[in-house]
């Protein structure tokens, strides 16, 4: 089972029988993935994010190089005889070079070159119109700074990890956009029925206002009590505007999320069933969330940046050789010909070192990389510490609301129960309205303590949904 699952049969919180007038949950979080904009924009980073993971993999993937080029040099030279007084040379060269994961780079290309020497003396330069055509192959191999390719590898990584960090970061952000929706959805539906409440609040103030103005014109009580009874209405219309307040603010919320600029919303919404909630068996998370899981691939890019660092003062030492086929001629095709012969090859083979001399630097650099490296690893250590304290404070959270929950079901039912025993007196002429209306106005309390309740467990399932496993969609369960 997923986190979760559980509320896929808990929260079907919909009355039997809803009209077609009633927004379901689920039919609201689409409309909030279709017209947030910060929904979508969360899914096309993401998106593009995970596209771009393989990108490091151009760095070792084959490459086309080529170059054109003209020249017309007129300069005075020092022997016109052997140089001429004008040259013309164009280059022709296309190749494929690749960089392999193990180090190796090699470069395998084409090369034609036309050279024209004006005002030589055909003694001693019998060719001044020559091609020139080289198939050449080059290669080399590091033996120290990117040894078997380890800096080319880091730098795979690095790009990998940081487009999985978007990735996964943007994914929980898409995660906390549904569930401050999910939240705003059920903020709604109780605001309605807490003003629904304070209504009947003002109501029955007013039976208890009319009845203390009446017995004191009557001298019956004292003008006390009276004014006691019209503070007592204030009172209750105060908490009507302010359940009025609540309410508009959350249905503007409710639609912001879903792109809109308004503060009506006339279908119905979903009913919440309190035994249902009580009844929520203990949940489970499974998998990591998306912020440790990007806290670890930030670990990884830290890590290979590292290296990156420490490969990049390391010496170079780099072993390559080439080796080329060669044919000259006046004429294109023999020079073409030629080249494709052994008997006319260059062969280089050689060693590359480059060191730097200032130590000293070099290794406090190398030991701030290594700080740097272990900083990352503590911080992706402390934030799984977060992840599974904050995880855990949640299940306390909900367990405590759910008792709570329980108790004020239990006050609602004293309360319902004592109001109705009181109602039956006053039928018997064994109490007075007052008596009644005061009962009501508790019986009133006990519904608003407890849908507040409600929406606290409701706002703290939503939140604990952000926890599901990256390779569950956030909002497909309700």
Known sequence: MRLLTVTVFCLHLVSIGLGADVLALKDYLSQVKEKHLGYQATQLVKEGAMERVQEGSLLTSPSLFSNISYLDDRKPTNNPSFLGNRTIFENYTIGVAEQTRFGLSAKLSYNITRTELFGVNTTFVPLPNFYNVVPSLELSQPLWRNGLGSETRATQQV??????????????????????????????????????????????????????????????????????????????????????????????????????????????????????????????????????????????????????????????????????????????????????????????????????????????????????????????????????????????????????????????KVQKQKLEHERNRLKTGRSVLYQVVLFEQDYANSQVMKLKTELQILALLAQMKTYLSAEEKPGDKT
């Open 159 to 412: 790009i990998e990890s940081q487009s999985k960090a978007i990735s996964l970061t943007e994914s929980l952000k898409a995660k906390a956009i549904l569930a401050e929706a999910e939240t705003a959805y059920w903020r709604l539906a109780i605001a309605r029925e807490v003003v629904e409440v304070a209504k009947s609040g003002v109501e029955r103030a007013k039976k208890i206002q009319e009845w203390s103005a009446r017995r004191a014109s009557l001298a019956l009580a004292d003008k006390s009590d009276a004014l006691q009874s019209e503070a007592g209405l204030q009172a209750k219309q105060l908490e009507l505007q302010m359940a009025l307040d609540e309410l508009r603010e959350a249905t503007k919320k409710f639609n912001s999320l879903r792109g809109e600029d308004s503060e009506a919303m006339n279908l119905g919404l979903e009913k919440v069933e309190t035994n249902q909630l009580i009844a929520l068996p203990p949940l489970q998370k499974k998998g990591k969330r998306e912020d440790v899981l990007a806290a670890d691939e930030a670990r990884k890019a830290a890590q290979a940046a590292a290296h990156l660092g420490r490969e990049k003062n390391s010496p170079s030492v780099d072993v390559f050789s080439s080796y080329s086929l060669n044919g000259r001629d006046s004429a294109l095709s023999k020079s073409v010909a030629d080249a494709s012969r052994t008997n006319q090859n260059t062969f280089v083979i050689g060693l590359k070192v480059m060191a730097p001399l200032d130590l000293g630097t070099v290794v406090n650099d190398r030991a701030a990389y290594l700080k740097e490296e272990r900083g990352a690893e503590l911080n992706y250590q402390r934030k799984v510490f977060e992840d599974e304290m904050e995880w855990n404070e949640l299940v306390t959270r909900l367990n405590e609301n759910k008792r709570r929950l329980q108790m004020a079901q239990e006050i609602e």
